[in-house]
Structures are given as structure tokens and as C-alpha cells.
């Protein structure tokens, strides 16, 4: 066999890779406008996310054992900004505020490293309590937030801080 009639192929084997290559590009095709969900920011865990004036709330969340008795908020504080910055979460039962210094991450939980919140929970684990987050000097966000229980194992120990 010499190497010009190894170039050449067959009828059928020239139409399966045509079919293939016009089958791949269309398939391609269809992904090039597609929206692509995992390019866009969202709550990667049980808590919700929110943007207020240069602050970032992040994984917020509620844990509680059970309605009118005290809760944990959980989730971070990031200030983007170059000024000290006040988050007040307002609840139904309390409105406790956070200092969040300018570049910094706040982290509130129970934990040695983190920033103790406190409020008394009005629905029970598995609802929502309804929550403005706000920063001093602009508009409040109203957000619903998730309670949790100690049910799942990485909120056990906050849960047990509650007595």
C-alpha cells in the first residue's frame, strides 16, 4: 500500500466522521450561550447571603432549640470598605450590633475565635426568622434567615451552648 492510497478512506468511514464532527459541534454549540450557574455568587451552605454597603454577610443563620428560647446567629461579616463599619441585625426580639473594621472578617458562632450574638428565636428549628440586616449610615436589607438545630453534627456544639 503506498501512502496516497492510504489518505484516501472509505465512503462510509468519511461519512461517520463527518456526521461525528458536525454532531460535536453541535452539541458544543449548545453550550456557548448557556448560562453557567457555578459563574455566579450563592449561598454555598445552609445559611443565606447578603450585601449591604460594603459588607458582606455570609452563611447567616439562626441556631436554636426551639421557639421563644435563646439563640446563636452564626455566619461572617466581611468589610470591603476603607471605613469602620456597624451591622445591626433587628429582630423581633432584640437588635444587637457588630463593629466590623474596615478589611476585615468578622465571625460570629460560639466559638473562642468568634463573635458571640445572641437573640431570642421566634419560630421554631427548620423555619425562618425574618431579620433587617443593616449597615450604619444606609438603607436595611430585610432577609429571611434559616434556623437550624443541633440536629446536624457542625451545629451540635452551639446548640449545646444553649443549655
Request: glycine share 12%; aromatic share 4%.
Amino acid at each position: 500500500m503506498t501512502i496516497r492510497t492510504a489518505l484516501f478512506l472509505p465512503r462510509r468511514t468519511t461519512a461517520a466522521l463527518t456526521g461525528a464532527a458536525v454532531g460535536a459541534l453541535l452539541l458544543a454549540g449548545c453550550s456557548f450561550n448557556a448560562d453557567v450557574t457555578t459563574a455566579k455568587p450563592y449561598a454555598a451552605s445552609d445559611g443565606i447571603a447578603v450585601t449591604v454597603s460594603g459588607v458582606t454577610v455570609q452563611n447567616l443563620m439562626v441556631v436554636s432549640t426551639g421557639a421563644g428560647e435563646q439563640a446563636v446567629v452564626l455566619g461572617s461579616f466581611t468589610n470591603t470598605g476603607t471605613a469602620d463599619a456597624v451591622v445591626q441585625l433587628q429582630s423581633a426580639s432584640s437588635s444587637p450590633t457588630v463593629d466590623v473594621p474596615a478589611g476585615t472578617t468578622v465571625r460570629l458562632g460560639a466559638g473562642e475565635a468568634e463573635t458571640t450574638v445572641l437573640l431570642t428565636s421566634k419560630a421554631e428549628p427548620g423555619g425562618l426568622e425574618p431579620m433587617y440586616v443593616g449597615v450604619t449610615g444606609a438603607d436595611s436589607v430585610r432577609v429571611d434567615v434559616p434556623i437550624m438545630d443541633g440536629t446536624l453534627p457542625e451545629y451540635q456544639d452551639v446548640a449545646a451552648t444553649l443549655g
